[in-house]
């Protein structure tokens, strides 16, 4: 009897949250996928809902929609490869070598730039990058382009790469690291042969987070890519501008493809549990 | 933030409408264009016969620099005059390209709408806009005959808007860092430009018509009569003459807030722009003028939505924006040629007409005005079928690589 009810609270309690990602989410993405089958009147611009292939096949036949999903994909595994590399060393001291109050002030500092809008921080790279900006004065600047691009990108996703490695070092027993050291070795040995394999789950947690932000951004592309155009970029344009609703939904299964793909690689190796 | 946030909510709004569209009936989408002269049937929308009390408020979709209320410069302000005259509270809301501007107004939230010759004509096809009564129009009168009944404003002598003015898209440099001067798009379609990194151009598929333009004008082999009217082969070389560019561009602009800044911190030192983005810069020298090949532009127009909430406030304003004061006011901060002939008399610079050829129709034949290119060419050729704007999309998607 008693079971019922509580069963019948947790329902009711979920129901609200479920009813939003059902409605909301799920039936938004149905949508969506339902409208890539549809065409377009090149005029009017109005969605004729008939049953057409057209638009997978002009995502498949002309090239320059593989070249710009490949060079997405590629950005997003740089930001990826980036983020790691700076986030491994913070989050390596925050778990390990700082006190504790020195560890509650670094996780601040990690989580500060989360509090401040993604535009400011976008327009900020953007001052940074310019011709005349900071950048400059100390002698180089890459200007808006790939490189500004993979820079700002990398900037606004690391605290979600940081995050998950310090949680999976902050388990990683102390007792180990004492042990390797015991047996004779070097600091670099043990973080290669012992730390690494350990943090690797919270690795792959922590690009899930940065790679599939990077894909579907089109917004920094816009203030400090220049002339580049990415996978979200052309979904956007064929929003906006096209006004091709059934294309752009045709594109946009691209990254959606590429992220369950994705999960399900990274549910192979464990990493789910440490998200 | 205004300007700059817009573009995130303009898309929730279009995918939202993608998804109100799948229930909703498709009301008029049959409805093609089947002849370049508007000998297309425009969907039955009903025109207004007469007018009635001011509904007290009003909202308007423009270019950026059309409706200002004094919020970016306190001197610069002819909305508020309007609504103390009217009691029409007026919410103005800017857009940065002609297609963003189709896409807001089939939202239907918009009583009025300043829209170019390659929005217009899509919006009456769509059936989002609503003939215009001329004669609940006062200013109508006042209206220089040679920008009246239009193949981009009206549909077999229905006029569907009231002009607001024209122009054409300039080509802007910095004049302390780009010497000599140039005369000629080529400045900006030149492969080896020692100004390479340094070049912008308009971020929309309509640009391809500038390139067309020039290719009008230096490659008269390729058979091009009008900058809007390509065949395969015409696209294939303004597509070309394009790709060359690519490497040079620094960035595409269709943000003008993003433009000026660009130039002002020497990011970008040469490109297209309109007046209205020059005046904007005063920090450093720049100089815009119109190329020897002539331009690309704009002829724009004041209509009505056909969903409008506010339709006796959309009139009052229609027809205080194409008076004199209203007309003068956002002509000459726009910089632009006023459509109104008594505007000319009411700008506080008495050279400003004569600057933009207000009175002269000669003149403003000769700008390309923006259209929307469809399959029935424009320049009217039977023997091929013309790229439309879908084809456009699609080029200036690989332009852009």
């Known amino acids: ?275 | 933030m205004r300007q700059r946030t817009w573009r995130i909510p303009a898309a929730v709004c279009a995918l939202a409408l993608a998804l109100a569209g799948c229930g909703g009936g498709g009301s008029g989408s049959d409805n093609t264009a089947s002849s370049a002269q508007g000998g297309f049937t425009p969907p039955k929308v009903p025109m207004k016969q007469s007018l009635g009390k001011d509904e007290g408020a009003v909202s308007i979709l423009a270019w950026p620099g059309y409706a200002e209320d004094g919020s970016n410069d306190p001197n610069v302000d002819w909305v508020t005059p309007f609504e103390k005259a009217t009691g029409c509270q007026a919410t103005v809301k800017y857009y940065g390209t002609s297609d963003e501007a189709f896409n807001l107004m089939k939202t239907g939230d918009y009583d009025v709408v300043a829209a170019s010759g390659d929005a217009s004509l899509r919006m009456i096809a769509s059936g989002d806009v609503a003939p215009v009564n001329t004669d609940l129009l006062k200013s109508w009168s006042e209206i220089r005959p040679f920008l009246k009944y239009k193949p981009w404003n009206s549909v077999n002598h229905q006029m569907y808007g009231i002009p607001q003015g024209w122009g054409a898209n300039l080509l802007m440099w910095r004049t302390d860092l780009v010497k000599p001067a140039p005369t000629s798009w080529g400045a900006v379609f030149d492969k080896n430009s020692p100004y390479a990194g340094k070049i912008t151009a308009y971020d929309s598929p309509i640009y391809i018509a500038d390139a067309a333009l020039y290719l009008m004008k230096h490659q008269p082999d390729l058979g091009i009569k009008n900058p809007y009217a390509l065949d395969d082969k015409q696209l294939q070389a303004a597509v070309d003459l394009l790709k060359g560019q690519r490497p040079q561009v620094s960035e595409y602009w269709s943000d003008y807030l993003k433009e000026q800044q660009a130039f002002e911190t020497g990011d970008t030192v040469i490109g297209t722009t309109w007046q209205f983005i020059k005046n904007l810069i005063t920090k450093e020298p720049v100089k815009a003028i119109i190329p020897s090949e002539s331009s690309t532009g704009w002829s724009d127009t004041w209509m009505i939505g056909s969903q409008s909430k506010h339709p006796n406030c959309a009139y009052a304003w229609m027809d205080y924006i194409a008076g004199p004061k209203g007309n003068a006011a956002s002509a000459y901060y726009f910089g632009e040629a006023p459509a109104n002939i008594k505007a000319c008399d009411m700008v506080p610079d008495k050279t400003f007409c004569d600057t933009f050829h207000a009175a002269d129709p000669k003149y403003a034949n000769k700008i390309w005005w923006w259209r929307t290119p469809i399959s029935q060419c424009l320049d009217g050729r039977t023997d091929v079928k013309c790229t439309d704007y879908g084809d456009w999309t699609t080029a200036w998607t690989e332009v852009k690589g």
Not at chain 1, 61 to 83: E, K, Q
Not at chain 1, 179 to 187: E, M, P, R, T, V
Not at chain 1, 216 to 233: C, E, H, R, S, T
Not at chain 1, 248 to 270: C, D, F, Q
């Open chain 1, 1 to 275: 009897m008693a079971n019922t009810r509580s069963g019948l609270r947790a329902g009711l309690l979920l129901t609200p949250p479920m009813l939003w990602l059902g409605v909301a989410y799920l039936a938004a993405l149905a949508a969506l996928f339902v409208t890539a089958f549809w065409g377009q009147n090149d005029f009017t611009g109005e969605i004729e809902k008939v049953f057409t292939l057209d638009n997978f096949k002009t995502l498949f036949t002309v090239p320059v929609y593989r070249t710009i999903t490949f060079r997405t994909l590629g950005i997003a595994a740089l930001v990826t490869a980036v983020d790691a590399l700076v986030a491994f060393p913070i989050a390596l001291y925050m778990a390990k070598l700082a006190r504790p109050s020195v560890r509650r002030l670094l996780v601040i500092a990690v989580l500060m730039p989360l509090w401040a809008s993604y535009l400011v921080k976008a327009y900020a790279w953007r001052g940074m990058l310019s011709a005349s900006g900071p950048l400059a004065w100390l002698g180089w600047t890459p200007g808006y382009g790939r490189t500004g691009l993979i820079i700002t990108l990398a900037y606004l996703w690391l605290p979600y790469m940081v995050l998950p490695v310090f949680a999976g070092l902050e388990r990683l027993p102390d007792a180990l690291l004492e042990a390797s050291a015991d047996l004779g070795s070097s600091s670099l040995n043990t973080i290669r042969r012992v730390v690494l394999p350990i943090a690797f789950p919270a690795f792959v947690a922590g690009s899930v987070f940065t790679f599939s932000l990077t894909l579907g951004d089109f917004i920094a592309v816009k203030i400090v890519g220049g002339p580049y155009q990415m996978l979200g970029n052309v979904v956007y344009d064929n929003v906006g501008a096209a006004n091709n609703l059934p294309f752009a939904a045709a594109y946009a299964t691209v990254p959606v493809v590429v992220m369950l793909l994705y999960l399900a690689a990274v549910r192979r190796t464990g990493a789910l549990e440490n998200l």
